[in-house]
């Protein structure tokens, strides 16, 4: 099979220009105007490969090569962060349809079903609707929030209809995807089997104290929402530091109420992002947090009240996929290495209907969700070889 590097690159560049924001980056928000310039610009490419489409009940868009039995599925997600990179997503629609393009031209028709799948969104960076696509594939979407209905209906889709979106005739899902972090290009790995995606909880602290003006009330009178928080968010890098890897844990969104330069803060609301591959060493993770920060508290006096926002247990890859994946990287003449994926993806969500399975290709410098994102050529053509090859091994 002969995988053309120059069409790779071409395409990555044409959809990257979509959604181009003038902060830089790219940013195709679900159901956007440019979310369906790019659906429509990968059903062209689509089409033009001699694949048979359709768009489901939520904009999930389909290429299919017909064949006997379940199909073998392959693709990514094509919406976006805000300023996001080229590669995220788009990587993995791109490198998919190449492959089965490839794959066509060389074998003919599969004898399994073989599609390739633009997921309509898995980011949430306009609604709180992550994972929304493969949800959908999933039939796990209850309700539709009314401004999602209402962006719905403005591309042409029935938000009553979600329920049809729901797919039971997927064998295997396998997706090729940058890192978004450092380990391969730092231990000069070109290729990665992904074995687990971490699970992850998200928490919302609200530290309460009491607001005081800044110039008059003493220190030792004070009770400083703060303070308190910052010295339970120190603790929550520590405790993640000290059990290593794979536990991560992260403060991302502080908000200090009055927020006022001369009174001393009364409450304090912080989220906090904890990972693990493990789902009993994740609970442990987020025990300790729950307890070191409730301590602190009580020493200075302050009320905590701990949320649960979100959580999603740890999805381990399937062991046949990771088998095929192996030996296909060794028909290509790469010896993988398997490692967690700290980042969710949708394959962690449609592990639930099919089996699964994901390739990693390094991210330079290990930068992602941002325009400098990257990948060296040579890498995302041999991941693209690889990926090919095992759709080979899966539907030929």
Known sequence: MG????????????????GADPGGGAYRPLYSSAWATAIERVERWLTEAGLETHRDAVGNLWGRAAGNGKSIVTGSHIDTVRHGGRLDGALGIVAGLTAVEALLKA???????????????EEGSRFRTNFW?????????????????????????????????????IDTFVELHIEQGAVLESSGTPLAIVSAIVGTAHLELTVTGRADHAGTTPMESRRDALT?????????????????????????????EPD?????????????????????ARRALEERIRSLCATIASERGLGLDIRMLQERPPVPMHSDVRAVLTRAAK??????????????????????RCKVGMLFVPSIGGRSH????????????LGTKVLAKALELLAY
């Open 260 to 280: 006022q330069i001369n009174v001393v803060p009364g409450r304090v609301i912080f989220t906090i992002d904890v990972r693990h591959s493990d789902l009993g």
């Open 3 to 18: 995988i053309d590097p120059t069409l790779l690159e071409q395409r990555l560049d044409e959809l990257y220009t979509i």
């Open 107 to 121: 074998k003919g028709t599969p004898k399994r079903p073989l599609e390739v799948v633009a997921i309509c969104e």
């Open 331 to 352: 028909d290509c003449g790469v010896q993988a290495v398997e490692m967690v994926s700290g980042a969710g993806h949708d394959a962690q969500i449609l592990a639930a």
């Open 228 to 256: 308190g928080a910052a010295a339970m968010i120190q603790a929550v890098e520590s405790i993640a530091r000290s059990l290593g890897k794979p536990a991560v844990a992260t403060v991302g969104k502080v908000r200090a």
């Open 133 to 169: 696509g493969s949800r959908a594939i999933t039939g796990s979407i209850d309700s539709v929030d009314p401004e999602i209905a209402a962006a719905m209906r403005e591309r042409g889709l029935d938000p009553t209809k979600v329920a049809n979106a729901a797919r039971e005739d």
């Open 370 to 381: 941002c325009p400098e994102e990257a990948t060296k050529r040579e890498h995302v053509e």
